[in-house]
């Protein structure tokens, strides 16, 4: 497989939705995504973050063909909405990079009591993704890419205490909607084969690089992170390529799971990325698909 993302064409006339898309990795992405040609649907919560960084993006590429539309993933009511305001204004959607994400530490949770990375991370992807799938063109250029990271590797789906409020890790909560995208990727991708669709759903994950996304950390590990992450790390266009290449490369299938290839996988060229035993569990894949129906309230595929 070719890794590089060399020798792809003008993307003009194909739309992608990015979310959370005006910071850190999604800002990167949007912005490459711009370059090749895409007009880019930028999902944010914060509609002055995301003018801030529609400018930003358009001092850089004067003709970037960029639009805004107002999502919060945390409410299924805002996922909802967002859908049904792309339906309107938009009559196909050619990729879509479930890019947004939240980690934090504090247990909080969503108006209706689910807790908000679980909720942000996976259950409003999930919804967000069934919704706009039948404007989504049959054919493998059509793609569904989902941000999964490398701390899915010590986590399970805790079916019994989804909102992990009886967890001994702080961390927990994180890894699981992490663990909760890739398996949600995975089981995407079996249903549109069985359904026989060839469009393509995929997971990858960016390594690690210096956003917005550990601004919730305490104050000993945030500032020993930032002293090392530039040693350790890469910057969020590096940690963008692994979504760039699961949007773009003509070798895609489905199914795959993508990532840096450098050390401990913080950073380096894109490749295959390694992926726990757990995350490979069919069955598990399945029953969280239908819980993810059952907290929608929607059934999909
Ligand atoms: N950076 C890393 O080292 C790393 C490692 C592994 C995985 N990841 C994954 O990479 C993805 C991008 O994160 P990042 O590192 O670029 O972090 P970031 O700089 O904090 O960006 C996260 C984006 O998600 C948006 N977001 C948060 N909650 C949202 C909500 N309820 N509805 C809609 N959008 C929301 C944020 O909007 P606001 O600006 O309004 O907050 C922001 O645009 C995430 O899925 C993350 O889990 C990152």
């Known amino acids: 497989m070719d890794f590089s993302l060399k ?37 944010c919560r914060n509609l002055t973050k995301a003018e801030k960084a529609r400018s930003d993006i358009a001092k850089e590429l004067p003709n970037a063909d960029l639009d805004i539309l107002q999502l919060d993933l945390s409410d299924l009511e805002s996922v909802k909405t967002f859908a049904q305001k792309f339906k309107n204004r938009y009559s196909r959607l050619d990729v879509l990079i479930n890019n947004a994400g939240v980690l ?8 209706a009591g689910i807790e908000l990375q679980f909720v942000t991370n996976h259950l409003g992807h999930f919804l967000l993704t069934n919704l706009l799938l039948e404007q989504m063109p049959d054919n493998p250029a059509s793609r ?18 989804l909102n992990c409020e009886h967890a001994e890790d702080a961390g927990a909560a994180y890894g699981q909607s992490k663990l909760a995208n890739l398996m949600f990727a995975d089981e995407l991708n079996r249903r549109l084969r069985r359904s026989g669709k060839q469009i ?14 550990f601004d919730e950390m305490s104050k000993v590990m945030y500032y020993t992170f930032k002293l090392l992450s530039p040693f350790i790390l890469h910057d969020n266009a590096a940690a963008a390529k692994p979504s760039l290449f699961g949007a773009l490369s003509p070798d895609v ?8 290839t450098g050390f401990m996988e913080f950073k380096g060229k894109v490749g295959v990325a390694k992926r726990s035993e ?7 894949a399945l029953k969280l698909w239908q819980i993810s129906e059952e907290m929608t309230g929607q059934s999909f595929l």
């Open 200 to 213: 393509a759903a995929l997971a990858v994950h960016p390594g690690g690089s210096d956003s917005g996304l």
């Open 7 to 43: 020798n792809i064409p003008p993307q003009k006339g194909r739309i992608a939705v990015v979310t959370g898309a005006n910071n850190g990795i999604g800002f990167e992405t949007s912005t490459a995504m711009a370059k090749y040609g895409f007009k880019v649907v930028m999902a």
């Open 278 to 284: 757990y995350s490979r569990r069919e069955d598990i």
């Open 104 to 111: 934090i530490y504090s247990g909080k949770k969503n108006k």
């Open 144 to 161: 569904i890419v989902v941000l999964s990271s490398l701390a899915h590797k010590d986590a399970e789906i805790y079916f019994d205490d």
């Open 253 to 260: 299938m489905g199914g795959e799971y993508f990532g840096p």
